[in-house]
Each structure stands twice: as C-alpha cells, then as structure tokens.
C-alpha cells in the first residue's frame, strides 16, 4: 500500500496525534501532472540594499519609488538601491502605518507611530510633523494615530486617545484637521485597533469586535456604518490587519478568547486557521506583537504571519487553502517585514537592522545563511498492529548540483511512537544535469506508528514532486 507523504503544515497538540510540518515549502496542486501534490521551494531573500540603522519599520510604494523608515529616519530609495534621507521621527521602536494620497493630487505620505503623525510633502520636498508644537504646520485637532490610511479623498487615522474614534483630514490634504471630523465605531464600547479598506468599505478592527463602514457622499461626515457590517471578532494584534485583493485578515480576539486566523470575503468573516494551526498558536505566549504581509507570486497568494515572540511564522496560500512555516534559522521566525512591491521586485526589510532584501526565486540562502527545507508527514499507523515499511520513494527534480554543491543531499530519518529520532540517511539528488534520479530508502523494518522527515540544506533548489511510503500489514501479527 503507497501512502502519500505530501501535504501543508500542522503539528497537533499531542505528538501522538499529528506531527506534520512543511517549512520552507509550499504546496502546490495541479489536476493535469504526475502528480496532485507537489512541494516548492519558498524563496530566498538577496540583500537589495541598506538604509539606516534598522529596524525596518514600515515601507510603501509612492510614484513608483520605494520610501522606507527605517529606525527614526524616513529614506527615498532609487531603483538601484540608493536611499535619500527624508525626514526624522520622534521614535525609533515598533511599527509604523503609511499611507499616500497619490503623485498627482495631494503628493503627501502620512506615517503613523503613535508618537506623532507625520507627513512627506513631495512637491515641496519638505518633512512635517503635525502633531508637534514646534512645527511650522502645527495642527492641535490631529489626533496621534498608530495607524492611517486613504480613502476616497481623505486620510483616515484611528484616535488611541478615545475608545472607538476615528478622524478624517481635509481633502487631499493630510496637514489639515478638524476636530469635528470624526466618528466612533460603537457598536461595541471596545478600543479602535486597526483600520484598512477593502472593496471600497472601510474596516474598523477593534479589540473584541470589527465594524463595516461605507462612503455615503453626506455633507456633513462622508462615512456611515453599514447595517449588516458588524462582527464579533476583534484583533488581538494590530498590525496582523492585512488586505488582499478583497479578502481580509487578521489574528483574532474577542470575548471567548483569541489566536484565531479569520479571513473576511464581503462581509462575512470565517474562521481559516486549521486546528492544528491554532494550536500552534496557542502555545505562544504574546501573539500581541504578530505582524502580518502578503506577496504572490505566480497563481499564489501567500498571507504571512509572523510571531516575534514565539519565533514563528505562518503562511497561508489563498490559492490552496493550505499552510506552511517560513523559517530563518538564526531568528526562529522568517526574517522579513513590511512586504512592498516595487522596481518589479519584491522588497521585505529586515526586523532587527537595516538591510532590504528581494525575495528571490533563483537564490537559494537567506542572505548567505542556510535554509533548511523539511517535509515532516502525517502519523502512518496500524492501529494494534505494526506495520512492515519496505521504503519510502522521493521523486525530485533532480540533477540540481552545481559548482559550490556539486552532489548536493536529500535526507530522510523517522520516529517511532513519539521516540527518539533515528539516524539521518542520505541520498544524493543528483550533480550538475544528472537526470532519471530518484532517491529510494528500502528495508525500513517495523514500527505501529511512524513518522517520516525529509530534510534538504543544501543550497540547491527543491522540488519535490512525489513522495509516499510503501508499507503493508504484518501478517505475523493477524489474528
């Protein structure tokens, strides 16, 4: 009997139960190759440039030019990676929300810390601070956001100084404030955490509960709640908040708990966090501190999530519905913040220094550091009985050998009733243009309960194509 040794990410909270992992692998499924499951290789990140001193707190795409803060300084970055200072902010510390306005109309770039609000006037190439008294474009009725956005005409930023409120500038012009410009999501009397736009509706993420509003067009305040837009989950980290072609997400909390992942389509959130994902979830301690991003590439929409303090970070592929763990050995978690697409290149930051990176397809380190790929598959059991495993068959794309890893390795090992791991065992993938390799372990003895681990940290592309273990019943131990 051939089991299947393919599939996404999630380890149970008993080892006993599910131990499976895909980490630095993604699923992807096709109905007309060899195979349905295959496994890619998430990408690599190239450093693109360096800009201050880090960490890279928030980035933006404006008028095809890539802005970026990074510690206390806000940089214009070229397409050949060469950064102009552009302003200084009064923190150094956490995230940062950015928003624009266009090149063509307002030509301004709000940020957002929770210390000041500021703003990149571009056409006067002039850096203003509204919040702060000393400057020059003072204003008294702007709030101190943590977050802001653009919609329909006006920056719209969340109050942290009264539960609920939101504000909104003058038109296409965030240095122009009104104190009577401002409205409260109070269906539930909790704390505005977050706020995006999506389908041309404005969502208001509070702590236990998140609200839909809408443009109006009235006179007096542009927005108004809709009356089926009301949900009773909340956010239990702000910058979790993320919107993609539509769809929205973000971690969760509300009255009965939190960790959950929930994805909104047209107003009706669902809940996509598997239950082996949650439980993932749950054993960390702070999931406060969760930031999330999006990129595609190809026909895949990734949605990642990464856990600063629990040194973890999750995706989730739109296209598959399935889950992987993205992973940089020397921090735990991927090593990637505030994804912008920009120059027809994926630029991430770095979390802790001021490196931007490109994630790339082609490379295969994480700026010179190794990357380990592992496929950990499902429990294969026999109920009372054990089970004769005659090998495990791995089709690869194979022959990926090059002049720095010319006979590069794919490794296997297993578990037996949640013990010890055994020894690794290798096989080679292939030299350089080696074709028909397929890497085959056979006489794998018995067990009643086994777990397989395919490894590869190499620095060569993986592509796993198929992979199953060939086992069958013990007769010996038939009644």
């Known amino acids: 009997m051939k089991l299947p040794l393919l599939g996404g990410s999630g380890e149970d909270r008993s080892s006993d139960v599910s131990q499976q992992l895909t980490q630095n692998l993604y699923v992807h499924k096709t109905q007309t190759g060899k195979s349905k499951t295959v496994l890619y290789s998430t990408p690599a990140i190239t450093l693109f440039t360096e800009v201050g001193l880090g960490p890279i707190r928030g980035a933006i795409e404006y ?16 397409s050949v990676g060469t950064g102009v200072l552009r302003g200084t902010l009064n923190s150094s510390l956490g995230h940062v929300s950015m928003a624009h306005n266009g090149p063509d109309n307002g030509q301004q770039i ?7 609000f500021y703003i990149w006037d571009s056409s006067a190439s002039d850096f203003k601070i509204i919040t702060d008294s000393g400057d020059p474009d003072y204003d008294a009725d702007c709030p101190t956001p943590t977050q802001v956005l653009f919609f329909d005409g006006l920056f719209v930023v969340n109050n942290p100084a009264v539960t609920g409120t939101f504000n909104v500038s ?8 009104d104190a009577t410009e401002f409205a409260t999501a109070e269906r539930d009397p909790d704390s505005l955490k977050a706020l995006t736009v999506s389908n041309r509706k404005l969502i208001l993420a509070g702590r236990d509960t998140a609200e839909i509003w809408f443009n109006s067009g009235a006179l007096d305040f542009p927005y108004e709640p809709m009356q089926s837009g009301f949900s009773e989950w909340g956010i239990a980290a702000p910058f979790s908040l993320v919107e993609v072609s539509g769809i929205t997400f973000w971690l969760s909390n509300n009255k009965e708990g939190n960790g959950m992942i929930i994805m909104m389509t047209g107003g009706n959130p669902q809940v ?22 999006s990129y595609q590439y190809q026909q895949h929409a990734f949605v990642v999530f990464t856990f600063v303090s629990g040194k973890k970070t999750l995706v989730y592929d739109i296209l598959t519905q399935e889950w992987h763990t993205w992973k940089t050995e020397s921090t735990g978690y991927h090593r990637s913040t505030g994804h912008t697409f920009v120059f027809n290149k994926h630029l991430v930051g770095d979390p802790i ?31 009372d009985r054990p089970i004769k495993h005659h090998g495990v068959w791995i089709d690869i794309q194979e022959g990926v050998g090059d002049a720095t890893t010319p006979n590069p390795q ?3 090992r297993w578990r037996d009733d949640n013990g010890s791991w055994s020894n690794y065992h290798a096989r080679s993938m292939g030299k350089i243009g080696e074709k ?44």
């Open 110 to 116: 709000a940020i957002a810390d929770g210390t000041d």
């Open 353 to 383: 220094n001021g490196n931007i990176y490109k994630l790339d397809w082609d490379s295969n380190t994480d700026n010179g550091e190794s990357i380990k790929r592992i496929r950990r598959s499902q429990n294969i059991h026999g109920d």
């Open 170 to 177: 003058g038109s296409y012009d965030g240095t122009a404030w």
């Open 63 to 78: 008028n095809d030019i890539y802005f970026v803060v990074s510690n206390n300084e806000l940089y214009e970055v070229n």
């Open 272 to 293: 996509i966090s598997t239950p082996e994902i949650a439980t993932e979830i749950s054993k960390i301690s702070d999931i406060s501190d969760c930031y999330s991003y």
């Open 410 to 412: 794919i490794l296997l």
């Open 436 to 479: 028909n390799k397929k890497c085959i372990w056979r006489a794998l003895g018995r067990s009643s309960d086994r777990v397989y681990e395919i490894s590869v940290t190499d620095p060569v592309s993986l592509v796993i194509v198929d992979g199953y273990a060939n086992v069958e019943g013990d007769e010996r131990t038939k009644e």
